[in-house]
T-cell receptor
Framework: DVKVTQSSRYLVKRTGEKVFLECVQD?????MFWYRQDPGLGLRLIYF???????EKGDIPEGYSVSREKKERFSLILESASTNQTSMYLC???????????FGPGTRLTVL | SQKIEQNSEALNIQEGKTATLTCNYT??????LQWYRQDPGRGPVFLLL?????KEKRKERLKVTFDTTLKQSLFHITASQPADSATYLC?????????????FGIGTKLQVIP
């Protein structure tokens, strides 16, 4: 079974702090995605990566950056956290054949 | 751009009945469509994939249909159980040809009443 883990289930940060969210997958997938999920808005794509050191902006990249130094690890960085970044953050690892997405458990981030 | 519409209202059904959830899309027909289940506070879990040349797909109590004429997929859970209560998301390919291939609907919340 594919396993996708995220560094924290719950996180509370202050406005202006730098926040790191880490995602690790164990299936040697090339593609990895970061989403945020908010009530009434569904899943929105922030960034994705199709290879080590490669990244592409999704629909809502503003205020975020990413890092993919190793194939199994994809990090989401909030450079200066703001209250409107309070959300559920979900990482997904994707098979290349059918684009089936394997999600991590999510990180509930609260920015005060 | 492609838009996905799922029943925005929650669906309540009695245990033992068949639950039917709808996913409609606009514009072009996707090469495939996926259904996911999401429990509160958890990440979505993949359930089924159906391709454009398939009319129907089954997995245990789950059945998915795909009608490219109506631009619609139906997701059925037969003999529903309270444990089936969750939010169900449909996802389909963007058709952009790039790496950003899949987009998700907002989901339909299913509540199975004992």
């Amino acid at each position: 079974d594919v396993k996708v883990t995220q560094s924290s289930r719950y996180l509370v940060k202050r406005t202006g702090e730098k926040v790191f969210l880490e995602c690790v997958q164990d299936m040697d997938h090339e593609n990895m995605f970061w989403y945020r999920q908010d009530p009434g808005l569904g899943l929105r794509l922030i960034y994705f990566s199709y290879d080590v050191k490669m990244k592409e902006k999704g629909d809502i990249p503003e205020g975020y950056s990413v890092s993919r130094e190793k194939k199994e690890r994809f990090s989401l960085i909030l450079e200066s956290a703001s209250t409107n970044q309070t959300s559920m953050y979900l990482c997904a690892s994707v098979t290349g054949i059918t684009d089936t997405q394997y999600f991590g458990p999510g990180t509930r981030l609260t920015v005060l | 751009s492609q838009k996905i519409e799922q029943n925005s209202e929650a669906l309540n059904i009695q245990e033992g009945k068949t639950a039917t959830l709808t996913c409609n899309y606009t514009n072009y027909s996707p090469a495939y469509l996926q259904w996911y289940r999401q429990d509160p506070g958890r990440g979505p879990v993949f359930l089924l994939l159906i391709r454009e040349n398939e009319k129907e797909k089954r997995k245990e109590r789950l059945k998915v249909t795909f009608d490219t004429t109506l631009k619609q997929s139906l997701f059925h859970i037969t003999a529903s159980q309270p444990a089936d209560s969750a939010t169900y998301l449909c996802a389909l390919d963007m058709g952009s040809g790039g790496y950003q291939k899949v987009t998700f609907g907002i989901g339909t919340k299913l509540q199975v009443i004992p």
